[in-house]
Every structure is written in structure tokens, then in C-alpha cells.
């Protein structure tokens, strides 16, 4: 429903490569609510937890030190069917397969530097959000374009 939240993270190498604002400006424009946002320097505990499905993959290390090398903006994006419009706004994992059109299609060429993270399902987007952010962080609020924007 209308109140679908999804995790989706600016990685290092989208916020040394200035993609923040295109990236917020396109979920905005799309109509989601924007109820979380920081930019930190994520450890990696947070990062080991956040890939735990990944543990025993080859690139598991690679990936926490990729995710840990700078800063990265992390967001929780709310709105209907939020997750599967995410990961449809992202592109696949690799960029090669990844649609123009898509951030992943659009500003990057390597699954090692894609740009951008978000929640596969609406079961690890709670998971990651609650990973992410403490409750008192995130501002859920009546939006007056509503109206506009659901049937
Ligand atoms: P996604 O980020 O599309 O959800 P994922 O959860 O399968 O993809 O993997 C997490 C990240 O790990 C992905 O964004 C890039 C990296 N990755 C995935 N598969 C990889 C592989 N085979 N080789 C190198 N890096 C990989
Ligand atoms: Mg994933």
C-alpha cells in the first residue's frame, strides 16, 4: 500500500560521482516521500550485516571495503509498490544489463562500482531500514500533493 517503504542507498562512488541529487530529484518526481535521509561513513559491521546473505560469496570482502571507502547517503523512500518501482528504477545488478533509463543503465559500467543500493523485497527493506535508521530518524507526515498522486 501507500505506506510501502523501501532502503535505498547513494553508494560511495555515486556520491564522489555527484549522482545524489539526480537520484532524489527522479524518486521525487515519481511522487515517493522522502521520511529518511543521512549521509555517513558506513563501518563495516553495518555493511557485514547489511550484505549478510552474501557471506559466503567470493566478493563479499571486496564489497564491504568497496561499500566503506567514503561517504554514502542512505534514504528510506515510502509510496505504493516503492520496492519493485526501486529496483526497476535501478537496473540489474550488473550494468551491462541494466536499460538506459535506469540509474544503473545511465551512470555506471561494473557490478563492482553500480552506484546505487536498494531493497530487493518488502521484507529486507524492513530489515535494512531498521539496520539503517533508528525509528526517530525517519518523518512520516501528510503530503498535500496526495490527493494528485492516488486514485
Ligand atoms: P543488487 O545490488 O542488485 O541487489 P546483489 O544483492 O545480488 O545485487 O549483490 C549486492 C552487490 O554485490 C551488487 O550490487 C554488486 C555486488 N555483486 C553482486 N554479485 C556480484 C558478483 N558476481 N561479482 C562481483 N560483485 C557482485
Ligand atoms: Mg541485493
Redo the contacts with the bound molecule.
Keep these: 500500500g501507500v505506506k510501502e517503504r523501501t532502503f535505498i542507498a547513494v553508494k560511495p562512488d555515486g556520491v564522489q560521482r555527484k549522482r545524489v541529487g539526480e537520484i532524489v530529484q527522479r524518486f521525487e518526481k515519481k511522487g515517493f516521500k522522502l521520511v529518511g535521509f543521512k549521509l555517513l561513513k558506513a563501518s563495516k559491521d553495518l555493511l557485514r550485516e547489511h550484505?549478510w546473505?552474501?557471506r559466503n560469496?567470493?566478493?563479499y570482502n571486496?564489497?564491504v571495503t568497496y561499500m566503506s571507502s567514503g561517504p554514502v547517503v542512505a534514504m528510506v523512500w515510502q509510496g505504493q509498490d516503492v520496492v519493485k518501482t526501486g529496483?526497476d528504477m535501478?537496473g540489474?545488478?550488473?550494468p551491462i544489463d541494466s536499460m538506459p533509463g535506469t540509474f544503473r543503465g545511465d551512470f555506471c559500467v561494473e557490478?563492482?562500482r553500480?552506484v546505487i543500493?536498494?531493497s530487493?523485497s518488502v521484507e529486507s527493506a524492513q530489515r535494512e531500514i531498521s539496520l539503517w535508521f533508528k525509528e526517530s530518524e525517519l518523518c512520516d507526515r501528510e503530503v498535500c500533493s496526495n490527493n494528485w498522486i492516488y486514485d
Design positions: 550484505y546473505e552474501h560469496r567470493p566478493f571486496r564489497l529496483r535501478m540489474k545488478t550488473n557490478m563492482g553500480n543500493h536498494g530487493d
